[in-house]
């Protein structure tokens, strides 16, 4: 599995800050300075979790049960499928 870099660190939180109050995107965690894990938290109803990797095209992300739900070649990429949860499954992609 590849490790996000500080660098990819950064620009997952300069994205998350950019964005207004309200946002379903409630927050972010990671361990270590270069984790193969990124946690994206959501609230729509309730609190939800979803595991963000590190994919040699992109991201990839899962659902709340840890099963692919989105690949995403981008950050802004990767917002639009946190936005998009759970409307669209990697097979509705195509």
Known sequence: MLRFSPEDIDA???L???LPPGHMWTG???VGQS???VWIYRSRAHWRR???TRTKDGYALGDDQGR???KAATLEELLKAVEAVPQLRVADQD
């Open 50 to 52: 979803f595991p963000l």
């Open 16 to 18: 998350w800050r950019s």
């Open 68 to 70: 692919l739900f989105r």
């Open 28 to 30: 972010w965690a990671a």
């Open 12 to 14: 997952i939180d300069q």
């Open 35 to 37: 984790p193969e894990t």
